[in-house]
Each structure stands twice: as C-alpha cells, then as structure tokens.
C-alpha cells in the first residue's frame, strides 16, 4: 500500500491571509494523523510566506508520523533544519514571485554544492529526498548527490488541459519512476494531485508515497479536515 502525507502549508496560508493565529496548522497535523496519515510536510520559505519557525519546532514535537520539511538549500534554513532535525528534509527550487514551486530541483546546475548539503544533513541522521521532474538526467543526479528519495513533480500531469496530454504527462511520470527505481531509490510523488487525477496513479506501484495538500485543504472547507485526510488516505491505500 502506498503511504500518504499530508502538507499544512496551505492551512498556514489560510492564517496567513488575516495575520492571525488561526487555523493552525499545528493542529491540522495533529488531525491529519488521527485520520490516517502516514506523515506531515511543510515548508519553511525563505520569506516565512505561511508556515514559520515556531509551526516548525511545534510540529517536531507533536509529530507522532514523520516530519517532511521541504526547503531551499540556503544556508538560513539548512541551519535552522540542523538544528530542528525533521525525519526528512526535501530540497525544492523556491523563487519568492512563485505562488507555489513550479517545478523540479535543477541538480545538475550545482550537483557538488547539492551534494555537500546532503552529506551535512546525512551526517545529523535526516534522510534527504530531492523534489524533481520526470526527468532521468535529474534522477540520475539525485542519486549521484546521494539522496535517500526522488519526490516526482507531478504538476505539469495535474495542469494538462486535455485527455490525450494528461496521459502523455502521466507516461513522463511512469518512465521516471521505473528508472529511479532501476537506481534503487525510494519514490514519492506530488503537487497538484487531487482526488480524482490522484486515481490514474494506481497503475505505479512503485509510487511507496504521495505528498498532497491543496487539495485536502480545499476539501475540508466543505466536508471538515479530519474526514478530508480519512478520503484522501482511503484512496491511497487502494494503490
């Protein structure tokens, strides 16, 4: 069975648009694990946009799971995850004009720079994955950074406009994730995937875990969050 785990940045982001203190996105993952889920992720961006150091430590603390934190590889937040020691960190390109990330991780523009961070991380015992494109040069140089996971962009999949382009998109998927299986690493998948585009997917077995939050958030606005997590791990567990 594959696993889910479930992103609170855009509970965050709902506290965020009143500069207030709720919903917190502490609790969300408090629920999110009385649901069913197998893990909690959330990002720390460089300009503190939704979730903040304080959500951050508060989560390592109450996180029964595992803590994902997805980051920049910049030195401010290296640190802090140091410091913090999440279950996992994973590494995405963030640019501040971004409403969320667009896209993989570019490892071949710095694979050496890529790879003394994982070494530092490795070295506090966080496992490392990269958020990158079906694209085997980037799986390939992932690996070669030693990373313990590829997280496969699924964006471009969930934004295809039509039938024949969305299976076209779902075929990039499915020859990325048989190659970084091929290289033995671990696969998870994610971004813009939703209840029903998620569905396509239980043809990868290989996928062992999706990394999903809008869409969950969104439909906790209509039926509530704990019930939104339990449909959404129900889905999963199916694949």
Do not use: W
């Not at 962009?153 to 499915?174: D, P």
């Not at 990394?211 to 939104?228: K, L, M, N, P, T």
């Amino acid at each position: 069975m594959a696993r889910l785990s479930v992103n609170v940045d855009h509970v965050a982001t709902v506290r965020q648009a009143r500069r207030t203190v709720e919903p917190d996105p502490v609790v969300a993952a408090a629920i999110a694990e009385i649901a069913g889920a197998d893990g909690i992720i959330c990002h720390l961006r460089e300009d503190r946009r939704h979730v903040n150091e304080r959500d951050l430590r508060l989560l390592r603390q109450i996180v029964k799971t595992k803590l994902n934190l997805e980051m920049a590889a910049v030195e401010e937040i290296i640190n802090i995850a140091l410091d913090v020691k999440p279950d996992i960190v994973t590494f995405v390109p963030e640019r501040r004009e971004e409403i969320t990330t667009e896209g993989g991780l570019n490892v071949l523009a710095n694979p050496s720079y890529y790879r003394e961070v994982v070494e530092r991380m490795k070295k506090e015992g966080i496992k490392v994955s990269f958020f990158v494109d079906p694209d085997p040069d980037q799986i390939k140089a992932a690996k070669e950074c030693g990373v313990d996971i590829v997280e496969i962009h699924t964006g471009r999949y969930a934004e295809a406009k039509t039938e024949e382009e969305e299976e076209e998109r779902f075929q990039e998927i499915a020859k990325a994730v048989d190659f970084a299986h091929s290289l033995g690493l671990h696969i998870s998948a994610g971004h813009g995937l939703n209840y029903v585009n998620i569905k396509r997917f239980k043809r990868l077995p290989k996928i062992e875990e999706y990394s999903i939050g809008h869409s969950i958030v969104a439909r906790a606005i209509y039926v509530g969050f704990e019930r939104a997590v339990r449909e959404m791990v129900e889905i999963v567990k199916e694949f």
